[in-house]
């Protein structure tokens, strides 16, 4: 999976936030959390909508992740942590999507496709 991840940059910018139920159908994705439910919510953000963080963008792994593989999270978070960025992984069922502060996107983008191009056995990507 790490060969062929092929990390792709979405044009938006994204914040974790809190709010009520109504937000729910403008979110891109949600969580139900004891406290409420967490939002991810494109900027601008609705009205009642409470960042719980800075802006995020959203780079998605453009490979089918299998949802039974093993270590592709670990791979990845690791060789963004490796470099001080921040790194929130949601999962679908058929892709990975890594959110990283805003302003650090290009950088990460450049490390995931080393990564890739490591584990294809071309060394790092320049």
Do not use: Q
Not at 44 to 61: D, S, V, W
Not at 109 to 117: F, G, H, I, Q
């Amino acid at each position: 999976m790490l060969a062929g991840m092929a990390p792709a940059l979405a044009p938006e910018r994204f914040r974790f936030c809190e709010g009520g139920e109504g937000l729910i159908p403008l979110a891109w994705a949600m969580v139900r959390e004891a406290e409420g439910p967490s939002l991810i919510l494109p900027e601008p953000l609705p009205e009642g909508a409470a960042p719980l963080g800075p802006a995020l963008r959203r780079i998605t792994l453009e490979v089918w992740s299998a949802l039974d593989g093993v270590g592709l999270t670990a791979a990845v978070s690791g060789a963004l942590a490796a470099r001080g960025i921040a790194c929130n992984v949601v999962a679908g069922a058929r892709h990975d999507h890594l959110f990283v502060p805003d302003g650090r996107e290009a950088e990460a983008l450049d490390v995931l496709r080393a990564l890739s191009a490591e584990a294809r056995g071309g060394g790092a990507a320049g």
